[in-house]
């Protein structure tokens, strides 16, 4: 949807106009003066000694192209993990456009840029919404970490990795194939790739499957195909039958099919008034079908998690070596 994400990102350029760099009232109270956002925020960090340390499931959302609906998927898939009593923190990682707090009608002080620039603490910018998940606003200047020092990369894995306490960590990733995009694939637990049944969404979908088995010889992630904006089961059906087959033949991948989103008029209502659809709608046919496909993911546990802390020590390594 991208005319939608547009007309929100000048929803919130103009709330940013009128009122400030900190933005209107926000959906939240800011972090310094919230004892109640400061203990959600330790109920995230603690989190891990409650559960054995065991780490976070890292889930990464992405498409071959933009406008499929990948935001919307990660936040209400955040959103349908917390209902289910998981602690779940929503990384924004699109180093382009950064959406997730678009969606969520949230003007964040900071961000990434600010802990990579030693500003501020990961604690300090993890923001609790008023949904139940917490989330890491993204920013443009990500993009840098490939150009720090070894001592300056071994402090903001240790920052990040602060996150791993949480039960679920949702990174949405931007579209298309660039190599952030694809690190962020190949380190995650299950990558969540997104299409819809337009030909040119497909072809995207297929292209970016097939760079990811082209770019890493090892891959310990499972692929899971989402069909967004389907008429019925039978449609879904039809295009993840047909991306699943061209995987295993060409590329001999194996590409699972987790399930489809209904092509729902309750979806860009709840974009426009920037509230998640499963709450602007819990009963609708998009919120349902969300439901369903955390539910499928939530029963196929990966045998082994490889921890947020590893899979950015991964992502460093690819970047020293390009």
């Keep these: 949807m991208e005319d939608q994400a547009e007309k929100l990102r000048e929803i919130m350029r103009q ?18 003066k919230s004892s109640d956002k400061s203990r959600g925020n330790e109920r995230v960090q603690s989190s891990s000694s409650a559960r054995g340390g065991r780490q976070a499931r890292i889930i990464t959302v992405t498409s071959g192209k933009g406008g499929v609906g990948k935001t919307n998927l990660s936040v209400n898939m955040a959103l349908a993990f917390a209902r289910m009593g998981k602690k779940v923190v929503v990384m924004d990682a699109d180093l382009g456009l950064a959406n997730v707090n678009v969606m969520l009608n949230i003007i964040p002080k900071y961000s990434l840029y600010h802990v990579i620039k030693k500003q501020k603490r990961i604690r300090e910018i993890l923001v609790e919404t008023e949904y139940g998940i917490s ?54 637990d299950d990558a969540v790739i997104i299409t819809t049944p337009e030909p040119t969404a497909i072809t995207d979908a297929y292209g970016i499957i097939k ?12 692929f899971k195909l989402v069909v967004n904006r389907a008429k019925g089961a039978a449609e879904a059906r039809g295009v993840a039958d047909r991306l699943i087959k061209i995987a295993g033949q060409f590329l001999n991948l194996k590409v699972d099919y987790l399930g489809f989103i209904y092509d729902d008029p309750a979806v860009s209502q709840a974009v426009l008034r920037q509230k998640p659809f499963i709450v602007h ?15 499928r993911i939530d029963k196929n546990k990966p045998i082994e998690t490889a921890g947020f802390g590893s899979m950015l020590k991964n992502f460093f390594n690819r970047s020293q070596r390009d």
């Design 281 to 295: 709608d819990p009963k609708c046919k998009a919120s349902l079908s969300v439901q369903h496909l955390v539910e």
């Design 15 to 32: 709330k940013k106009d009128a009122t400030g760099e900190t933005g209107s009232k926000p959906a939240v109270k800011p972090q310094e």
């Design 135 to 188: 989330i890491v606003a993204g920013a443009s200047g990500f993009s840098q970490i490939a150009n720090m020092g070894e001592d300056e990369r071994q402090e903001f894995i240790n920052e990040l990795d602060t996150l791993s306490n949480a039960d679920i960590i949702i990174i949405d990733t931007g579209a298309g194939v660039s190599i952030n995009v694809l690190d962020f694939i190949a380190t995650a």
């Design 211 to 222: 760079i990811i088995a082209s770019e890493y010889d090892t891959l310990n992630m499972g």
